[in-house]
């Protein structure tokens, strides 16, 4: 009888997620929590169950094909469901890499590759967590840490991945370094100096213990706790307004916008399908199809044996979305906010739930919209205008030290912000000095607290951009403004604008310079009444690139980071800026790779990449945790609506 029930119970439940996998409205919401379980059975109980350790890396909605995303998002039938839905997935048992495809409509594997290529997976949390804690089974560790004079249950060890550096074999490997945290809550500012594990992650066991103390000892805890000069955060005062958005599963509706927010464990927040609409011709005008962060490059500059290999691609090793945290009302988001959770498959392949995911509010920023005073009319003075109010998608990803504080903020007035804020704790490393006079060779950063190095690094946050301008061809123009010379006139000299339109993809990759130009995606096909081509310009933020060498090998992988705009032909599967597998990559797949086949582009369905780049010198106001740094971009209409389209005709 009590098998008989277990049975019947497996029969519903099954049944349950059947019936929750047809009741999407959007063909790319992300898998929900009865899906993941769906795809975890499906695969746990075929021939792939026979792996040994097997391990879930990657599992995420296969996107479908955009034309028919489009075509149903335009038709009737969107109250039904999508006719067809499946999941990617990554996992790895045996020592191979597997790529599924998971039919969640029929509940079956449609296809089964194994993976030969470069790089491999993402790390998963499973395997870090086991890495971090073999250290404290080790007799060597233990003695040690003995030596030194310290708890070892004060001790905790981060795996850090280790890159590519010219090995004709690379295995999955990780290295350990280790805080003290006794009398601190802020880890990383207790590094122990000389002190490396390598663990290999296919057999989780310690391969290599280096210990090479110097002169160096730990530093004093004084000093480095977190504590906010705000007494009780929870009893801030906040303005509650009312909101003017709706949230209708993943699908959002503000104003004069509407879009669709998704997650994944790899990118994080997603923007998807977002359109505006056009007061004057009274209908919706798509804008984007898909936007997200593709990768980050973060190279520390120090070449010394523990630093050398810190050059961490966060999106492609450990993933934004597996990085994201819960948000905490009055901290990360204002008290309007409106939250959505973030699901996806732990290293079991069983659903993992971040609540409070994501953050959507509005932002009343005290900015002025527009204004203007007349005081052109006998006997008035006119003054008219708005203030401005902006709607937020906010999602914070924490990655060891740092956070990222990821926006997008949509304007009425058609633009859309991109912003990206470092904060959290820097990467530090002990030294015998207290001041800065007393520095005599290169120490790789500044001294920003006594006994503490910040180390110089980099941060190259990369935006994956399918930009459909009203619709799906677009191309992309450089306006460079040039200096004339003025005929017949008092004047000397003036600037006009000599507009360039990149035919192929070598043509539109860009490096910023002392060069006066703009750059906007156009939609050739479609006019203003003026006749201008309607689009969309990207004003970029303040402008930072890689600075390593070609040929050292974490700019090999990273050679995308040499340009902060790169346009290429839309291919459904070109969306890692560093390539799919990045941990232990060589640089033969990736952004530049596919940028070099030199694709058309010109009145094309064609992606904008854009690179956010932070040159991090660190400052004593840096320690002993950061305020936020910012940076980032707008697309901003241009000729794309026939008027200001805040101001009523």
């Not at 409106?338 to 079991?348: F, P, Q, V």
């Not at 994501?358 to 005290?366: A, D, L, N, Q, V």
């Not at 110089?456 to 799906?472: A, R, S, V």
Request: with cysteine; proline share 5%.
């Amino acid at each position: 009888m009590e098998s008989f029930m277990n049975i019947l119970i497996t029969i519903l439940v099954l049944t349950f997620q059947f019936l929750f996998t047809g009741s999407h409205h959007h063909p790319l919401d992300p898998l929900n929590p009865n899906e993941i379980s769906k795809i975890q059975q499906i695969i746990t109980t075929s021939h792939l169950s026979s792996l040994p350790n097997l391990n879930f890396h990657f599992v995420d909605l296969d996107e479908p094909n955009k034309k028919e995303v489009i075509k149903w998002l335009s038709s009737e039938k969107q109250n039904q469901s999508f006719p067809h839905r499946q999941a990617k997935v990554v996992v790895r048992g045996g020592g191979k890499t597997h790529e599924i495809i998971v039919d969640l409509t029929n509940g079956s594997i449609t296809s089964d590759h194994v993976y030969n290529g470069d790089g491999h997976p993402p790390l998963t949390l499973t395997e870090l967590v086991q890495a971090a804690r073999l250290p404290f089974n080790s007799s060597k560790f233990k003695d040690l840490v003995a030596r030194r004079g310290m708890n070892i249950s004060g001790i905790t060890c981060f795996p850090f991945t280790i890159g590519w550096f010219g090995e004709s074999i690379t295995r999955r490997a990780v290295k350990l370094s280790c805080f003290y945290r006794e009398r601190t809550n802020n880890v990383f500012s207790m590094p122990i100096e000389g002190l490396t594990i390598l663990v290999n992650i296919e057999s989780m066991q310690i391969t290599n213990i280096i210990s090479k103390r110097g002169k160096t000892t730990l530093p004093e805890a004084d000093g480095t706790q977190l504590f906010s000069s705000v007494s009780s955060f929870g009893e801030r005062p906040d303005p509650i307004y009312n909101r003017s958005f709706t949230v209708n599963g993943h699908n959002i509706n503000w104003k004069n916008w509407r879009f669709h927010v998704g997650f994944n464990a790899r990118a994080g927040v997603i923007i998807s399908t977002t359109s505006i609409f056009d007061s004057g011709k009274q209908e919706w005008r798509r804008v984007l199809y898909r936007g997200h962060i593709s990768e980050t490059f973060v190279p520390y500059m120090d070449p010394s044996s523990e630093w050398y290999y810190r050059t961490y691609f966060d999106v492609g090793e450990f993933g934004f979305g597996r990085s994201a945290v819960t948000l905490v009302p009055l901290i990360d988001c204002p008290s309007n906010a409106a939250y959505l959770d973030g699901y996806m498959a732990g290293g079991d392949g069983l659903p993992q739930k971040v609540p409070r995911a994501i953050c959507i509010f509005e932002r009343h920023t005290g900015d002025i919209a527009w204004r203007h005073t007349e005081v052109g009319i006998p006997g008035k003075v006119i003054t008219t205008g708005e203030s401005e109010v902006n709607l937020v998608v906010r999602m914070v990803a924490t990655v060891g030290n740092y956070d990222y504080i990821l926006d997008w903020e949509f304007k009425q007035t058609g633009t859309i912000k991109v912003k990206v804020g470092l904060s959290g704790v820097l990467e530090m490393k002990p030294t015998t000095q207290t001041k800065a006079d007393q520095i005599k060779e290169e120490t790789y950063g500044p001294l920003i607290a006594e006994n503490r190095i910040g180390n110089n690094h980099d941060h190259f946050i990369t935006y994956y951009l399918d930009l459909d301008i009203d619709g799906g061809d677009n191309s992309f123009v450089q306006a460079n403004l040039k200096f004339n010379k003025a005929k017949a006139s008092p004047r000397k000299s003036y600037w006009t604008v000599v507009k360039e339109t990149a035919k192929t993809e070598d043509e539109a990759r860009l490096r910023f310079g002392m060069k006066a130009s703009e750059m906007f995606l156009v939609n050739p096909n479609k006019k203003t009444k003026l006749g201008n081509n309607v689009g969309y310009q990207l004003m970029t933020g303040q402008p930072a690139v890689s600075l390593l060498v070609d040929d050292d090998y974490p700019q090999i992988r990273a050679s995308y980071t040499k340009y902060q705009v790169w346009v290429t032909a839309y291919n459904k599967s070109e969306r890692w800026a560093a390539g799919f597998y990045v941990d232990r990559s060589t640089g033969k797949d990736g952004l530049a790779i596919w940028s070099h086949r030199n694709r058309s582009i010109m009145n094309k369905d064609i992606v904008l990449w854009y690179t956010v780049g932070f040159h991090h010198n660190p400052c004593q106001e840096d320690f002993p945790a950061m305020a936020t740094l910012t940076n980032g971009f707008e697309l901003r209409p241009v000729n794309f609506f026939e008027r200001n389209p805040l101001l009523k005709s």
